[in-house]
């Protein structure tokens, strides 16, 4: 991916895609082409019913998940194309009761639970919630705690987005 590339398809961005091939009906997921960037959606993402999934050709809206150096993984935005609620399971009062207790700018610590050596990337968990952290190196070990920024609240998703404290 491109410089430019990486910025367009920033986490929690949304983006419109055109789905380009479906590989394995109903086993792996959706590849859908991003104005000449490879976007996937995993088959958890997509209805349970493959007869409901979106068919090559079809052009939608996703919300950027995560971004790597070959692919971008999506969440689809039409409730049509989806596994679940916008919310990510999250209800609405706790949705909100999250964003208040943590606003933008706010520090939490949070500790690390999973780790991903092949890209460098880990997600966090903190009192009422979790993050998906993009790597560009070795991640930190499973366990560690340390302080981390919220950047930003993605309501569709019901996801915050966080970054290491101090960078």
Do not use: C
């Amino acid at each position: 991916m491109t410089e430019r590339d990486w910025r367009r398809f920033a986490v929690g961005a949304e983006v419109t895609g055109t789905v380009s091939a479906i590989p394995r009906p109903g086993a792996i997921g959706i590849f859908v082409d991003l104005d000449g960037a490879p976007g996937f959606v995993d088959v958890l993402s997509l209805p349970r019913q493959v007869g409901a999934w979106p068919s090559v050709g079809v052009t939608t809206t996703f919300e950027v998940l995560t971004r790597g150096p070959r692919q971008i993984r999506l969440w689809p935005l039409d409730p049509r194309f989806r596994s679940g609620p916008f919310g990510n399971g999250v209800p609405e009062h706790e949705w909100l009761a999250r964003k208040a207790r943590y606003p933008e700018g706010a520090v939490l610590t949070a500790e690390v639970s999973d780790a991903y050596v092949s890209d460098g990337s880990y997600v966090v968990r903190y009192e009422g919630g979790w993050s998906f952290l993009e790597g560009d190196g070795e991640p930190p070990e499973v366990g560690a705690r340390a302080d981390y920024e919220v950047v930003r609240h993605l309501d569709r998703t019901r996801r915050t987005l966080l970054r290491p404290a101090g960078t």
